[in-house]
């Protein structure tokens, strides 16, 4: 085995696989601070979500299929749209004496107030941010292992069936997320005012 | 257009379960959706230049 293989496929499956609980764990929480504030996310919210789940996709891929740059293509893509769209949100509430409905500054603190409530002291689309770029910074590190693109030897899977109940959580997971985001927006734009009006239910 | 990306994601991840191996052409789809989305949430015509 020569240094570059030190990754061997089996595990880098077990590392894919944490990161997609990882991302799962992520989301459910977005689902759990969406409920328990009463708070629907806005249009910006739900696209960095879309980037979580395509992330999570590739990362899935990776341990259904083995590793295969192709896979970890998809997280980068998906990573660098939530990357873009978390900084576009961050940067729309960076200064607080900027009136969005007028695009002019103000000099009342309180014309731009940030979306949502802090958790652990940032906002959401602050964590958004620091997430998206971890994830382009860990795929691009652990692209440079090429012995992980190797054939997978099947004596060595470490994950058997859990692999499966991944995938299958991150499908309920997507499913949910389908059904509520119908009832919050239903076929037209979502609503950007961070209040609990589901389209569906009037 | 969002429940269409969230639909596609979630096709997408019940085909990937299902261990299809064409799945990922779906998540593209919803990527380049996304991409609209944001593009028109943006509003370049009014925001470009004075945020930029």
């Known amino acids: 085995m020569s240094r570059d293989e030190g990754l061997l496929p089996d595990l880098a499956r077990v590392l894919n696989f944490i990161g997609l609980l990882a991302m799962i764990g992520v989301l ?79 000099s009342l603190a309180t014309s731009n107030p940030p979306f949502g409530q802090p958790v652990m002291g940032l906002h959401l689309y602050v964590w958004g941010v620091l997430l998206f770029a971890v994830v382009i910074l860990v795929v691009g590190v652990v692209q440079l292992f090429k012995g992980q693109f190797g054939a997978m030897r099947s004596e060595l899977d470490r994950l058997s069936g859990l692999a499966s109940v991944g995938v299958g959580i991150l499908a309920l997971l997507a499913v949910a997320e389908t059904l509520t985001t119908f009832a919050e927006c239903g076929f037209v734009d979502c609503p950007n005012d961070g209040g609990w009006n589901w389209w569906l239910f009037g | 257009m969002m429940t269409v990306t969230y639909g596609l994601l979630a096709a997408a991840s019940v085909l990937l379960w299902r261990r299809v191996r064409w799945a990922w052409t779906l998540v593209m789809a919803a990527l380049i959706l996304g991409i609209v989305i944001f593009m028109q949430d943006v509003d370049f015509s009014t925001n470009l230049g004075i945020q930029l």
Request: glycine share 8%; charged share 10%.
């Open chain 1, 28 to 106: 459910l929480g977005a689902y759990v601070y969406q409920f328990s504030y009463r708070e629907l996310p806005c249009t910006l919210c739900q696209l960095q979500r879309v980037a979580m789940v395509a992330v999570a996709f590739g990362a899935a891929m990776n341990v259904m299929f083995g590793p295969d740059p192709r896979h970890y293509g998809v997280c980068l893509v998906s990573a660098l749209l939530g990357l873009g769209v978390s900084i576009r949100q961050s940067l729309l509430h960076i200064n607080p004496y900027f009136d969005t409905t007028t695009g002019l500054p103000t």
